[in-house]
Antibody
Framework: QVQLQESGPGLVKPSETLSLTCTVS????????WCWMRQPPGKGLEWIGH???????DYNPSLKSRVTIAVDTSKNQFSLKVRSVTAADTAVYYC?????????????WGQGTMVTVSS | DIQMTQSPSSLSASVGDRVTITCRAS??????LNWYQQQPRKAPKVLIY???SLESGVPSRFSGSGSGTDFTLTISSLQSEDLATYYC?????????FGQGTKLEIK
């Protein structure tokens, strides 16, 4: 059974870079999209972007200038970087698997990790 | 971006009730529509994909319908464990946008 686990700092200073890693266990990275979402406290879900296992990326235009998603197939991991963060980037960040056999529905999710932007 | 609008934003229902949540897309998305359930303090999980396909392991009281711009999630007989916020998401075109959520409370 595939499981995802986010890791990274829970506190980031304003103007710095938020960096998170998602480790995929119990299955292969091949053949799927690997996605990042976020959810500010008390609010809804926002799709940040995804990377296909071959490295092709797609980002939300609202964040595209500040975001990079990368994949490391040798480690079965993918990562998220958000540059120049502000308080508005405070949120629970989720990694998830997008399944092309299910029209890219997000069929496996990590538990989420809270990231606070504050000095 | 494709805008997804859910209604209602919140609702309260009793155990055993039939519950319906709707989702409208700002343009036609065929059946590229998924439904998620987010229970309190948990990650979302997919219930329905491609508008009407039930994800493996999801109880059969959940069903989805619709195509084009209008979609519906139905819970045929509400259970106490269905307390959650429900989101629709389109995967027709990136960015893959979500609806604002429908918070379901149990009376």
């Amino acid at each position: 059974q595939v499981q995802l686990q986010e890791s990274g700092p829970g506190l980031v200073k304003p103007s710095e870079t938020l960096s998170l890693t998602c480790t995929v266990s119990g299955g292969s990275i091949s053949g799927y999209y690997w996605c990042w979402m976020r959810q500010p406290p008390g609010k809804g879900l926002e799709w940040i972007g995804h990377i296909y296992y071959n490295g092709k990326t797609d980002y939300n235009p609202s964040l595209k200038s500040r975001v990079t998603i990368a994949v490391d197939t040798s480690k079965n991991q993918f990562s998220l970087k958000v540059r120049s963060v502000t308080a508005a980037d405070t949120a629970v960040y989720y990694c998830a698997r997008g399944n092309p056999d299910r029209i890219d529905a997000l069929d496996v999710w990590g538990q989420g990790t809270m990231v606070t932007v504050s000095s | 971006d494709i805008q997804m609008t859910q209604s209602p934003s919140s609702l309260s229902a009793s155990v055993g009730d039939r519950v319906t949540i709707t989702c409208r897309a700002s343009q036609s998305i065929g059946t590229y529509l998924n439904w998620y359930q987010q229970q309190p303090r948990k990650a979302p999980k997919v219930l329905i994909y491609a508008a009407s396909s039930l994800e493996s392991g999801v109880p059969s009281r959940f069903s989805g319908s619709g195509s084009g711009t209008d979609f519906t999630l139905t819970i045929s007989s509400l259970q106490s464990e269905d307390l959650a916020t429900y989101y629709c998401q389109q995967t027709y075109r990136t960015p893959y946008t979500f609806g604002q959520g429908t918070k379901l409370e149990i009376k």
